[in-house]
């Protein structure tokens, strides 16, 4: 029997989509399969109002597996996480990221690909794919256009991780709640979002997608840059090998 790496949820108009591949939630390519089929369906569920982005275990996701990342499945994986990461962007109804523990790489991409974020007091976020010499094509695409140019660069150039203080302040967040908080303030804004007109939160949602640029565009060349160019690279492989072997990675700047 196939492990249920994505658990879904429907009631009175909400949805909860729940990564549940504790305790860390790594995303391989079979959870992201599935996702990637949760999400399909989602988007053609004409009876939901807000969809609820979460996750089991001590952490929201610590990214995207980095065994997937190998020269024979990274061809399979990256177009696998732009897709579901396309499909939640552009889901109908709004959508609502619940950040605790950490969520790092691809996790803090699923985070971006949502329309409304909350965390917990603790929580951290952040994009520390540079460190192993690569970068996170999603990131690079939303980062600039949601907390600015400069913000954005310092994040995804230095892979620095950032407190549930610093991604408020930027504006990364909506709001930052404390543990013990979070599920009352989850119940209610679920509870806001779904009293309303499910075809004007639609049409907002588009609204607001118009001023948001021209996803399949850019990540078309995202795609082509990460998989034709960076995965080519010494230092590419040597980032990923050095996270397996848990050794410091020796760089050979090319």
Not at 114 to 133: F, H, R, S, W, Y
Not at 216 to 239: F, I, P, Q, V
Request: glycine letters at 6%; a negative charge; hydrophobic letters at 45%.
């Amino acid at each position: 029997m196939t492990d249920s790496f994505i658990n879904v949820e429907t009631k009175n108009g909400a949805s909860t989509l729940t990564l549940n591949r504790a305790p860390l939630n790594v995303l391989n390519i079979a959870a992201l399969s599935q996702l990637e089929s949760a999400l399909t369906e989602l988007s053609r569920n004409e009876s939901i109002r807000v969809l609820i982005l979460r996750a089991e275990g001590k952490m929201f996701s610590a990214g995207v597996d980095i065994a997937d990342h190998t020269p024979d499945k990274v061809g399979e994986m990256i177009p696998l996480f732009d897709r579901a990461c396309r499909l939640l962007a552009n889901l109908p109804c709004p959508t609502l990221a619940v950040v605790h523990g950490h969520a790092l790489g691809g996790g803090c991409e699923l985070v971006l690909c949502c329309d409304l974020a909350v965390m917990t007091e603790n929580a951290k976020i952040g994009q520390p794919e540079v460190q192993l010499a690569a970068f996170a094509p999603i990131a690079a695409l939303r980062l600039p256009l949601m907390i600015g140019y400069r913000a954005a660069a310092d994040m995804l150039l230095t892979g620095r991780t950032l407190t549930s203080d610093e991604a408020l302040k930027l504006g990364l967040v909506n709001v930052v709640v404390p543990a013990d908080g979070l599920e009352q303030w989850v119940q209610e804004k679920t509870a806001q979002l779904s009293g309303l007109s499910r075809v004007a939160l639609t049409m907002t949602k588009r609204a607001l997608q118009l001023g948001f640029g021209n996803w399949d565009a850019s990540t078309s060349e995202l795609e082509r840059l990460y998989l034709d160019e960076l995965m080519k690279t010494s230092d590419a492989h040597e980032g990923l090998t050095a996270f397996m072997e848990k050794r410091t990675a020796v760089w050979k700047h090319k």
